[in-house]
């Protein structure tokens, strides 16, 4: 190689991009990482040891309702739209020589900035509803009963015994009106928590009885005792709403996956919504207009990137 | 507060709503494709392989207009493409124990065992 060939190598050096498109990009491949990760150790347990017997958790069973993810999707995708068109809008506003013209894009670009925030508050709204419900029904890591052993068992008995009280013998206006069940599934809480006062019945039965026999994991079904039979409907299939714990085989894993991949994606969004905040408090003071061209590209550019996770994250957790 | 403006052919605000588009009409795709071909047929793995193709094609959409890949990519694709691979490679590693396990194919299994 020439020494002129070298000179007009160095002189090419670096991307033709600017330092902030080019800091971003390598701030999103770290993530694609970081992402990849947690997806990637999501899919070796639930992959790894569920078997036919001992299924990985569906939907269902933790409280997870596909439409409510779908909602989610696309109230994100409609976030993404509106921050191209902000973007789209100041870009155009760059251009325009007419001065109410340049005014009106402005404007719109504000509002498409303000549709964006909004947008992002609605899925942190969302996700914050289905969180609350697994709180409320325990699906949280470590405090699901997978009647693993004995110990699980016996918590399991204890646990449910508390609930049943709470439900047949309420002991204030609270617990009556968080408690309260439909007739005919108090009429089995009754039988089912004198059974388990007098000792008669076994942990996995109590599951059944909470379930319906068809229902539960093939791994918690007992070998029946004399009498015991087939329960067509659990206390659960009487009143979806009542609260009872039952056995989720791996459903701690499941928790433990579901609220690292979504929490983390919760406060990437959250991020987000704090710079499209600065940047509405800019607009505010006059300060927001064709030279953040490049800001909200930026800004749009991890917006985007936070979509992707979220189309991954919804088929992976809802659906599949 | 910009850095530098460069003239670059972005995508056209048609370009965008037809993105838009695309991406809700895949959302409810996979919503179907969930409900006839997991709920209905039972084919969870066609299911999931439809899904997850979907899913695919919605993140190429979103990259190339959206983040303007389509455009930029001449000269991010140095920083890109090596990632990509990894993470590929990542999902097939941890993928190998669970196709390696034996109740991954059952029905191989069971000789195994009848031999001894």
């Given at each position: ?116 925030l909004a947008l992002g508050l609605v899925f942190l ?37 508390g609930q049943l009280e709470k439900i047949v013998k ?151 | ?91 097939i590693i941890l993928s190998i124990d669970a196709t ?17």
């Amino acid at each position: 190689m020439s020494h002129e060939a070298a000179d007009q190598s160095k002189a090419h050096m670096g991307l033709p991009l600017p330092n902030g498109k080019l800091a971003l990009w390598l701030f999103l491949v770290t993530e694609i990482t970081f992402f990849t990760a947690l997806i990637g150790v999501y899919m070796l347990l639930r992959n790894g040891q569920p078997t036919a017997a001992t299924p990985w958790p569906d939907p269902k069973t933790v409280h997870l309702v596909e439409w409510i993810g779908a909602l989610n999707t696309f109230v994100l995708i409609c976030s993404s739209l509106t921050v191209v068109l902000c973007h789209w809008c100041l870009h155009e506003a760059g251009k325009a020589t007419d001065p109410a013209e340049q005014a009106g894009l402005k404007s719109k670009a504000v509002m498409y900035l303000g549709i964006t925030l909004a947008l992002g508050l609605v899925f942190l709204g969302v996700k914050a509803v289905e969180y609350k419900a697994k709180f409320d029904h325990q699906i949280l890591p470590g405090r699901i009963f997978e009647l693993k052993n004995e110990a699980d068992n016996y918590r399991y008995l204890v646990h449910v015994r508390g609930q049943l009280e709470k439900i047949v013998k309420p002991k204030d206006d609270y617990e009556k009106k968080h408690y309260a069940v439909k007739d005919e599934a108090l009429a089995k809480c009754k039988e089912l928590l004198k059974k388990i006062e007098d000792g008669e019945v076994s942990a996995k039965r109590v599951n059944e009885t909470i379930v319906g026999t068809k229902k539960v994991a093939k791994c918690d079904t007992p070998v029946r005792r004399e009498g015991e039979s087939d329960i067509d409907k659990g206390i659960l299939d009487l009143d979806p709403d009542a609260h009872l714990a039952f056995s989720i085989p791996y459903g701690n894993l499941w928790a433990s996956c579901y609220f690292a991949m979504t929490g983390f994606h919760a406060i990437h969004v959250l991020g987000g919504l704090v710079v499209f905040g600065v940047y509405l408090v800019l607009a505010l003071l006059g300060r927001f207009g064709p030279d953040c061209e490049l800001d909200i590209e930026l800004t749009g550019l991890y917006w985007h990137f936070v979509d992707i996770v979220w189309i991954f994250l919804f088929p992976l957790l809802y659906l599949v | 507060m910009s850095e530098q403006h460069e003239e670059h052919a972005g995508p056209s605000f048609q370009a965008y709503m037809g993105v838009f588009y695309a991406l809700c009409v895949c959302t409810a795709l996979s919503f179907v494709v969930n409900y006839f071909v997991d709920h209905v047929m039972g084919q969870k793995l066609m299911s999931a392989s439809i899904i997850m193709a979907v899913a695919v094609v919605k993140a190429t959409l979103v990259a190339g207009i959206f983040m303007h890949l389509k455009f930029d990519w001449g000269k991010l694709y140095c920083i890109i493409l090596p990632v990509c691979v990894v993470t590929v490679m990542m999902v097939i590693i941890l993928s190998i124990d669970a196709t390696l396990a034996w109740h991954a194919s059952p029905e191989s299994a069971v000789p195994m065992i009848q031999q001894k």
